[in-house]
T-cell receptor
Framework: DAKTTQPTSMDCAEGRAANLPCNHSTISGNEYVYWYRQIHSQGPQYIIH???NNETNEMASLIITEDRKSSTLILPHATLRDTAVYYCIVRRGYNNNDMRFGAGTRLTVKP | DVKVTQSSRYLVKRTGEKVFLECVQDMDHENMFWYRQDPGLGLRLIYFSYDVKMKEKGDIPEGYSVSREKKERFSLILESASTNQTSMYLCASGLPYEQYFGPGTRLTVT
Protein backbone atom coordinates (compact mmCIF):
# COMPACT_ATOMS: atom_id res chain seq x y z
CA ASP A 1 0.00 0.00 0.00
CA ALA A 2 1.14 3.57 -0.69
CA LYS A 3 2.63 5.56 2.18
CA THR A 4 0.98 8.74 3.33
CA THR A 5 2.45 11.86 4.88
CA GLN A 6 0.43 14.11 7.15
CA PRO A 7 1.34 17.04 9.39
CA THR A 8 1.70 16.00 13.00
CA SER A 9 -0.70 18.61 14.34
CA MET A 10 -2.94 21.49 13.30
CA ASP A 11 -5.15 24.06 15.00
CA CYS A 12 -8.43 25.47 13.76
CA ALA A 13 -10.80 28.10 15.11
CA GLU A 14 -14.29 26.96 15.97
CA GLY A 15 -16.73 27.67 13.15
CA ARG A 16 -14.01 27.94 10.51
CA ALA A 17 -13.18 25.33 7.90
CA ALA A 18 -10.51 22.80 8.82
CA ASN A 19 -8.37 21.71 5.87
CA LEU A 20 -6.28 18.64 6.56
CA PRO A 21 -3.69 17.75 3.90
CA CYS A 22 -2.31 14.36 3.00
CA ASN A 23 0.47 13.48 0.58
CA HIS A 24 0.43 10.08 -1.13
CA SER A 25 2.82 10.57 -4.03
CA THR A 26 3.30 6.83 -4.68
CA ILE A 27 -0.39 6.00 -4.93
CA SER A 28 -1.26 3.58 -7.72
CA GLY A 29 -4.27 3.49 -9.99
CA ASN A 30 -6.43 1.08 -8.02
CA GLU A 31 -5.77 2.57 -4.59
CA TYR A 32 -8.43 4.51 -2.72
CA VAL A 33 -7.92 7.36 -0.26
CA TYR A 34 -9.72 6.91 3.07
CA TRP A 35 -10.09 9.21 6.03
CA TYR A 36 -10.84 8.14 9.58
CA ARG A 37 -10.70 10.04 12.82
CA GLN A 38 -10.21 9.03 16.43
CA ILE A 39 -11.62 11.08 19.23
CA HIS A 40 -9.88 10.62 22.57
CA SER A 41 -10.74 7.33 24.32
CA GLN A 42 -12.82 6.08 21.41
CA GLY A 43 -12.22 3.75 18.47
CA PRO A 44 -11.57 5.25 15.02
CA GLN A 45 -14.55 6.45 13.03
CA TYR A 46 -14.90 6.33 9.25
CA ILE A 47 -15.32 9.74 7.60
CA ILE A 48 -15.10 9.47 3.82
CA HIS A 49 -13.25 7.82 0.96
CA UNK A 50 -12.61 8.44 -2.75
CA UNK A 51 -10.73 7.26 -5.81
CA UNK A 52 -10.42 10.14 -8.28
CA ASN A 53 -13.38 12.45 -7.95
CA ASN A 54 -14.07 14.82 -5.11
CA GLU A 55 -16.51 13.43 -2.57
CA THR A 56 -18.84 15.01 -0.04
CA ASN A 57 -21.00 13.59 2.71
CA GLU A 58 -22.66 14.91 5.83
CA MET A 59 -19.39 14.96 7.75
CA ALA A 60 -16.79 16.27 5.31
CA SER A 61 -15.53 16.85 1.78
CA LEU A 62 -12.59 15.10 0.18
CA ILE A 63 -10.62 16.89 -2.52
CA ILE A 64 -8.20 14.72 -4.52
CA THR A 65 -5.74 16.40 -6.88
CA GLU A 66 -5.87 15.50 -10.53
CA ASP A 67 -2.59 13.56 -10.36
CA ARG A 68 -3.92 11.86 -7.18
CA LYS A 69 -0.64 12.49 -5.34
CA SER A 70 -2.31 14.45 -2.57
CA SER A 71 -5.69 15.08 -1.03
CA THR A 72 -7.37 17.40 1.46
CA LEU A 73 -10.08 16.60 3.96
CA ILE A 74 -12.31 19.58 4.63
CA LEU A 75 -14.51 19.96 7.69
CA PRO A 76 -16.59 22.95 6.60
CA HIS A 77 -17.54 24.35 10.02
CA ALA A 78 -15.32 22.83 12.69
CA THR A 79 -16.72 22.41 16.19
CA LEU A 80 -14.98 21.56 19.45
CA ARG A 81 -16.22 17.97 19.04
CA ASP A 82 -14.12 17.67 15.87
CA THR A 83 -10.95 17.73 17.98
CA ALA A 84 -9.38 14.35 17.17
CA VAL A 85 -6.57 12.55 15.38
CA TYR A 86 -7.31 12.31 11.65
CA TYR A 87 -5.87 9.45 9.64
CA CYS A 88 -5.34 9.47 5.90
CA ILE A 89 -5.06 5.92 4.56
CA VAL A 90 -4.37 4.63 1.07
CA ARG A 91 -5.15 1.03 0.31
CA ARG A 92 -5.44 -1.36 -2.62
CA GLY A 93 -8.69 -2.10 -4.35
CA TYR A 94 -12.22 -2.14 -3.15
CA ASN A 95 -12.30 -5.57 -1.54
CA ASN A 96 -9.06 -5.48 0.37
CA ASN A 97 -9.97 -4.93 3.96
CA ASP A 98 -6.66 -4.41 5.66
CA MET A 99 -6.31 -0.79 6.61
CA ARG A 100 -2.88 0.55 7.61
CA PHE A 101 -3.13 3.48 10.01
CA GLY A 102 -0.18 5.87 10.31
CA ALA A 103 0.39 8.51 12.95
CA GLY A 104 -2.28 10.89 11.64
CA THR A 105 -2.81 14.60 12.26
CA ARG A 106 -3.91 15.80 15.66
CA LEU A 107 -6.49 18.53 14.98
CA THR A 108 -7.33 20.86 17.84
CA VAL A 109 -10.38 23.06 17.39
CA LYS A 110 -10.14 26.13 19.59
CA PRO A 111 -12.98 28.34 20.81
CA ASP B 1 -26.56 2.05 14.24
CA VAL B 2 -23.77 -0.47 13.92
CA LYS B 3 -22.59 -1.72 17.24
CA VAL B 4 -19.23 -3.28 17.97
CA THR B 5 -18.81 -4.19 21.60
CA GLN B 6 -15.75 -5.39 23.46
CA SER B 7 -15.94 -7.41 26.64
CA SER B 8 -13.96 -5.06 28.87
CA ARG B 9 -12.79 -1.44 28.77
CA TYR B 10 -9.95 -2.08 31.22
CA LEU B 11 -8.17 -5.32 32.08
CA VAL B 12 -5.20 -6.10 34.30
CA LYS B 13 -3.47 -9.47 33.97
CA ARG B 14 -0.30 -11.05 35.25
CA THR B 15 2.61 -12.21 33.13
CA GLY B 16 2.04 -15.75 31.87
CA GLU B 17 -1.73 -15.66 32.16
CA LYS B 18 -3.94 -16.67 29.25
CA VAL B 19 -6.06 -13.71 28.21
CA PHE B 20 -9.23 -13.65 26.14
CA LEU B 21 -10.50 -10.46 24.53
CA GLU B 22 -13.98 -10.76 23.09
CA CYS B 23 -15.57 -8.72 20.34
CA VAL B 24 -19.16 -8.89 19.13
CA GLN B 25 -20.77 -7.08 16.20
CA ASP B 26 -24.45 -6.84 15.37
CA MET B 27 -24.37 -6.01 11.65
CA ASP B 28 -23.82 -9.47 10.15
CA HIS B 29 -20.43 -8.36 8.78
CA GLU B 30 -18.23 -11.06 7.34
CA ASN B 31 -15.01 -9.15 8.04
CA MET B 32 -13.65 -8.61 11.53
CA PHE B 33 -10.28 -7.27 12.72
CA TRP B 34 -8.09 -6.95 15.77
CA TYR B 35 -5.64 -4.05 16.14
CA ARG B 36 -3.41 -2.82 18.88
CA GLN B 37 -2.63 0.85 19.40
CA ASP B 38 0.52 2.14 21.07
CA PRO B 39 1.81 5.71 21.44
CA GLY B 40 4.01 6.67 18.52
CA LEU B 41 3.21 3.47 16.60
CA GLY B 42 -0.39 4.10 15.59
CA LEU B 43 -2.78 1.21 14.99
CA ARG B 44 -1.25 -2.07 13.92
CA LEU B 45 -3.21 -4.99 12.54
CA ILE B 46 -2.83 -8.23 14.51
CA TYR B 47 -5.28 -10.61 12.81
CA PHE B 48 -8.36 -10.42 10.63
CA SER B 49 -11.07 -12.80 9.53
CA TYR B 50 -13.12 -12.94 6.32
CA ASP B 51 -15.55 -15.56 7.49
CA VAL B 52 -16.38 -18.01 10.24
CA LYS B 53 -13.38 -20.20 11.04
CA MET B 54 -11.21 -18.23 8.63
CA LYS B 55 -8.35 -16.08 9.82
CA GLU B 56 -5.41 -14.24 8.33
CA LYS B 57 -2.31 -12.86 9.99
CA GLY B 58 -1.85 -9.13 10.05
CA ASP B 59 1.38 -7.24 10.60
CA ILE B 60 2.12 -8.34 14.18
CA PRO B 61 0.55 -11.76 14.90
CA GLU B 62 3.36 -13.08 17.11
CA GLY B 63 2.17 -13.94 20.59
CA TYR B 64 -1.50 -13.83 19.59
CA SER B 65 -4.11 -16.21 18.22
CA VAL B 66 -7.75 -15.69 17.26
CA SER B 67 -10.98 -17.62 17.14
CA ARG B 68 -14.07 -17.06 14.97
CA GLU B 69 -16.61 -19.76 15.74
CA LYS B 70 -19.65 -17.57 15.05
CA LYS B 71 -20.03 -14.79 12.52
CA GLU B 72 -20.76 -12.13 15.10
CA ARG B 73 -17.93 -12.96 17.50
CA PHE B 74 -14.15 -12.62 17.05
CA SER B 75 -11.87 -13.42 19.96
CA LEU B 76 -8.26 -12.45 20.46
CA ILE B 77 -6.21 -14.77 22.64
CA LEU B 78 -2.92 -14.07 24.36
CA GLU B 79 -1.66 -17.56 25.16
CA SER B 80 0.88 -16.37 27.73
CA ALA B 81 0.64 -12.66 28.39
CA SER B 82 3.84 -10.64 28.52
CA THR B 83 4.51 -7.07 29.62
CA ASN B 84 5.17 -5.98 26.01
CA GLN B 85 1.56 -6.83 25.24
CA THR B 86 0.37 -4.00 27.46
CA SER B 87 -1.60 -1.90 24.99
CA MET B 88 -4.96 -0.65 23.79
CA TYR B 89 -6.72 -3.36 21.77
CA LEU B 90 -9.32 -2.35 19.20
CA CYS B 91 -11.74 -4.63 17.42
CA ALA B 92 -13.44 -3.66 14.17
CA SER B 93 -15.95 -5.14 11.77
CA GLY B 94 -16.73 -3.87 8.37
CA LEU B 95 -17.82 -3.60 4.86
CA PRO B 96 -15.17 -3.48 2.13
CA TYR B 97 -15.04 0.32 2.24
CA GLU B 98 -15.78 1.08 5.89
CA GLN B 99 -14.75 -0.36 9.23
CA TYR B 100 -16.64 0.13 12.48
CA PHE B 101 -14.56 0.11 15.62
CA GLY B 102 -15.37 -0.87 19.17
CA PRO B 103 -14.44 1.32 22.14
CA GLY B 104 -11.23 -0.58 22.85
CA THR B 105 -9.83 -2.61 25.75
CA ARG B 106 -6.90 -1.18 27.65
CA LEU B 107 -4.89 -4.20 28.76
CA THR B 108 -2.16 -3.93 31.34
CA VAL B 109 0.12 -6.92 31.92
CA THR B 110 2.09 -6.74 35.15
Amino acid sequence: DAKTTQPTSMDCAEGRAANLPCNHSTISGNEYVYWYRQIHSQGPQYIIHGLKNNETNEMASLIITEDRKSSTLILPHATLRDTAVYYCIVRRGYNNNDMRFGAGTRLTVKP
Amino acid sequence: DVKVTQSSRYLVKRTGEKVFLECVQDMDHENMFWYRQDPGLGLRLIYFSYDVKMKEKGDIPEGYSVSREKKERFSLILESASTNQTSMYLCASGLPYEQYFGPGTRLTVT
